[in-house]
T-cell receptor, first 113, second 119 residues
Framework: LAKTTQPISMDSYEGQEVNITCSHNNIATNDYITWYQQFPSQGPRFIIQGYKTKVTNEVASLFIPADRKSSTLSLPRVSLSDTAVYYCLVGPPNQAAGNKLTFGGGTRVLVKP | DSGVTQTPKHLITATGQRVTLRCSPRSGDLSVYWYQQSLDQGLQFLIQYYNGEERAKGNILERFSAQQFPDLHSELNLSSLELGDSALYFC??????????????????FGEGSRLTVL
């Protein structure tokens, strides 16, 4: 499975846009890119998923270049409640074959007032 | 609510003891993953089961074992516990089945975790 690399931490202020880039140089053809958010002592929860180009939902956007070797999670106008750890995960959608879905170290985002 | 239930939520035990953590996946989900998260650390993949069979194994210690039962719930057994085993243990599920058809998106649904403290 593709190994992922993310910045360890990022600071931002309320109302700003936060962009987190994840590198996944050896992504496979059938891999999708999924981002999760985790608050302290809680299980991670799904934010957004994409395969290529751009995906947008009500909370975030995901930008994936043509070579798919990286992806950028964009959080528009963050608030204090967006302070969390963000993980990118790369892997196939079907789990039947068995996948060591390994999370990287994540990016700790701190939103300041 | 993700639909994934983990019990117990908290567990305090002594070194050398054995504990069992239980995970009930979302209704119909075939795949169960177990992760370990030590304090301020990332999520370490332990093991994956799919429809009762072990499908992938991570850096799971020999003192740890797991299984998935016919009703798709899973248990993680931790034995000869050491201080360093203190952590949050998460399970996640995916790949739902309904009416014989399996649907998957790649999204993992996580439980709220079981916090294990070894004293």
């Amino acid at each position: 499975l593709a190994k992922t690399t993310q910045p360890i931490s990022m600071d931002s202020y309320e109302g700003q846009e936060v962009n987190i880039t994840c590198s996944h140089n050896n992504i496979a053809t059938n891999d999708y890119i999924t981002w999760y958010q985790q608050f302290p002592s809680q299980g991670p929860r799904f934010i957004i998923q994409g395969y290529k180009t751009k995906v947008t939902n009500e909370v975030a956007s995901l930008f994936i270049p043509a070579d798919r070797k990286s992806s950028t999670l964009s959080l528009p106008r963050v608030s204090l409640s967006d302070t969390a750890v963000y993980y990118c995960l790369v892997g196939p959608p079907n789990q039947a074959a068995g996948n060591k879905l390994t999370f990287g170290g994540g990016t700790r985002v701190l939103v300041k007032p | 609510d993700s639909g994934v239930t983990q019990t117990p939520k908290h567990l305090i035990t002594a070194t050398g003891q054995r504990v069992t953590l239980r995970c009930s996946p979302r209704s119909g989900d075939l795949s169960v993953y177990w992760y370990q998260q030590s304090l301020d650390q990332g999520l370490q993949f332990l093991i994956q089961y799919y429809n009762g069979e072990e499908r992938a194994k991570g850096n799971i210690l020999e003192r740890f074992s797991a299984q998935q039962f016919p009703d798709l719930h899973s248990e993680l057994n931790l034995s000869s516990l050491e201080l360093g085993d203190s952590a949050l243990y998460f399970c996640a599920s995916s790949d739902s089945t309904s009416g014989g058809a399996v649907s998957y998106t790649g999204e993992l649904f996580f439980g709220e975790g079981s916090r294990l403290t070894v004293l």
